[in-house]
């Protein structure tokens, strides 16, 4: 069975960094392109950032351009996203998935509270 | 970015009911949409993916049309299980972005 597992959330104050995990079983890691998603509380999903198999090749919503960062570990079958100069607005709960047909397979989500 | 529009932004249906659900994109995106369930405290469910192409493991009452511009997803039956709020995804082209989703109540 597929399985995507998220960790690294927690509190941090504005201007704070913190750096997410997913750690990823059961297929074959470096042949999908990855994603993280985020869903503030009470509102809906938010496309992050992307990367491919290899990972040479990162992309990112505007939001966060510049302030994070994606990369991926294939040996430790790990995607990671570092996140600096947070932000109040970048509070939410911080979803990575694999990309088969679109996202296919989920994780359960990671919660990032952004506030002093 | 491409912006996405979903209509209605919620819709109260009872079990049986046929529902249809609007996506629309500021440019032409081929057939790159894909659409999302999600439930309260989950993580999303793809159902349907390349505009019409029924995920694996997802019920025959859902369907997907659509090209271009405009995409639709159909639920034929309602089911007590099928209340939820219901996104689409464009992934034509990068920043990929996410209509604001339909919530889905019981009437």
């Known amino acids: 069975e597929v399985l995507l597992v998220e960790s690294g959330g927690g509190l941090v104050q504005p201007g704070g960094s913190l750096r997410l995990s997913c750690s990823v079983s059961?297929?074959?890691?470096?042949?999908?392109?990855m994603t993280w998603v985020r869903q503030a509380p009470g509102r809906g999903l938010e496309w992050v950032s992307a990367i491919s198999g290899s990972g040479g090749s990162t992309y990112y919503a505007d939001s966060v351009k510049g302030r994070f960062t994606i990369s991926r570990d294939n040996s430790k079958n790990t995607l990671y996203l570092q996140m600096n100069s947070l932000r109040v607005e970048d509070t939410a709960l911080y979803y990575c998935a694999k990309k088969g047909p679109s996202y296919d397979c989920w994780g359960q989500g990671t919660l990032v509270t952004v506030s002093s | 970015a491409i912006q996405m529009t979903q209509s209605p932004s919620s819709l109260s249906a009872s079990v049986g009911d046929r529902v249809t659900i609007t996506c629309r994109a500021s440019?032409?995106?081929?057939?790159?949409l894909h659409w999302y369930q999600q439930k309260p405290g989950k993580a999303p469910n793809l159902l349907i993916y390349a505009a019409s192409s029924l995920h694996t493991g997802v019920p025959s009452r859902f369907s997907g049309s659509g090209s271009g511009t405009e995409f639709t997803l159909t639920i034929s039956s309602l089911q007590p299980e099928d209340f939820a709020t219901y996104y689409c995804l464009q992934d034509y082209n990068y920043p990929y972005t996410f209509g604001q989703g339909t919530k889905l109540e019981i009437k």
């Open positions: 059961a297929f074959t890691f470096s042949t999908y392109a």
């Open positions: 440019q032409d995106i081929r057939d790159d």
